[in-house]
């Protein structure tokens, strides 16, 4: 349904720099206005996890560019739309559905790099969880039961879910006992864990790494206790983007330090994708044109009812 075609990063030789290095070498134009760049991220953990994850990578952020990088966690993926519109966001780590959707309502942004694989691919699916111990073996056994989804500018989970069951001839809402928004794909596999809900969606990318993994690393639940019964077809991977107001030289700036940071800072690296993935690479926005029609399809479902 949404592969996307591969990008391969060119070669780059950024050094790490100290702040007055790179003010010297032409940044003085935009450091004085842009004394505080804000970095924000879609709610995929709890903040505390967020912050572990990307404190890191902000501190390497605010060297390479001579200049202090906020990072802001926002409440729901619609803040980090919203704070991109405004101008208020400068940089922001989307899911694909959100990055979608900021352009869909006139956000003037552009993508810039996208996470891979460890193979290479840039793509991840996304999942219906049941409990292991359970007796529901497809998502037709769960009439009547309650469904966990992320967020409505999810991808993995919210908008593939609905077009999945879409595709089985399901209307969530009708279908199921409840629908409910958990707002993190931590908090839905916590309501499924609870038994607030009999399914919930949620992002896994292969065997070795999805978001049930991560929690289970963290000691949150045990991975074993879960199983799937739905997996999506393919779907591009998360980009970063940031405003096209920026002027070019921090563009430059900023999207060199991204794309080199698996090799420049591994520590940093490391502390994001815990050695699961591989380096960001180069994208565009036209990677993401499949989104924009799936998100088109979901708000027509909506709007039929």
């Known amino acids: ?39 924000a991220i879609i709610p995929s953990e709890n903040a505390s996890g967020v912050t572990e994850r990307y404190g890191p990578f902000i501190d390497y952020l605010s060297r390479r ?10 409440n729901d993926y619609a803040a980090v739309i919203e704070g991109q ?7 922001a780590s989307y899911g694909p559905s959100s990055f979608a959707r900021a352009l869909m309502t006139g956000a003037q942004i552009t993508a810039f790099a996208i996470e891979t694989n460890l193979d290479g691919t ?17 998502v037709e056994d769960l009439r009547g ?15 593939v879910p609905r077009f999945a069951l879409n595709k089985m001839n399901i209307k969530p809402e009708d279908f199921f006992g409840r629908v409910v928004y958990t707002g993190s794909h931590e908090n839905a596999v916590i309501a499924l864990n609870q038994g607030t809900v009999e399914m919930c969606a949620n992002w896994w990318n292969d065997e070795q790494e999805s978001n049930l993994l991560r929690m ?23 980009p970063m983007a940031y405003l096209n107001a920026l002027p070019d030289d921090l563009k430059t700036a900023i999207r060199s330090a991204v794309l080199e940071l698996a090799t420049t800072d591994k520590r940093a690296f490391e502390a994001i994708y815990e050695g699961k993935q591989g380096p960001l690479v180069a994208v565009d926005n036209a990677a ?13 479902l909506r709007r039929r009812g």
């Open 1 to 39: 349904m949404i592969i996307h075609r591969r990008a391969l990063l060119g070669a780059t030789a950024g050094l790490l720099a100290a702040p007055s290095v790179l003010r010297a070498q032409g940044n003085a134009a935009w450091a004085a206005r842009y004394q505080e760049l804000v970095f």
């Open 65 to 74: 560019l001579g200049t202090k990088v906020t990072l802001r966690i926002a």
């Open 85 to 91: 519109r405004s101008g208020n966001v400068h940089i």
């Open 122 to 138: 840039k793509g991840y699916y996304s999942v219906f969880y049941v409990k292991k111990d359970s007796p529901y073996q497809r």
């Open 145 to 159: 039961k309650n469904l966990g989804l992320v967020d409505p500018n999810s991808t993995s989970g919210n908008n």
């Open 216 to 238: 289970a690393r963290k000691g949150m639940v045990k991975a074993e206790d879960f199983r799937i019964i739905f997996k999506s077809e393919q779907i591009v991977n998360s």
């Open 288 to 300: 993401y044109d499949p989104i924009i029609e799936l998100n088109r399809f979901v708000d027509n």
